[in-house]
């Protein structure tokens, strides 16, 4: 796995995306800048986020984590009701 870089696109970007066999791209803050005309260069959109590269083991184990850190916090949520 990589560490999070900068990325910036022309087009929005999926959030995962798979780059060659067993391999991924996972983005993440995706956010939309326009930029006016200026300089003489013509208004544009571009699209920024942070994205990583990792296997699709790893990004299987990431989302398994996420979900599981997601139902303890609905356990103790619906404990305290």
Excluded at 25 to 30: C, L, P, Y
Excluded at 40 to 45: C, D, F, I, N
Excluded at 54 to 79: F, P, R
Aim: some cysteine.
């Amino acid at each position: 796995m990589t560490g999070w870089r900068e990325e910036r696109l022309a087009q929005r970007p999926d959030e995962v995306e798979i780059i060659s066999n067993g391999k991924l791209i996972q983005r993440r803050s995706i956010q939309e800048v326009r930029h006016r005309e200026a300089d003489g260069q013509p208004e544009y959109t571009e699209f920024v986020c942070q994205s990583r590269i990792l296997s699709a083991a790893e990004y299987a184990t990431q989302v398994a984590a996420d979900n599981a850190a997601t139902q303890a916090y609905i356990d103790m949520m619906l404990e305290d009701m």
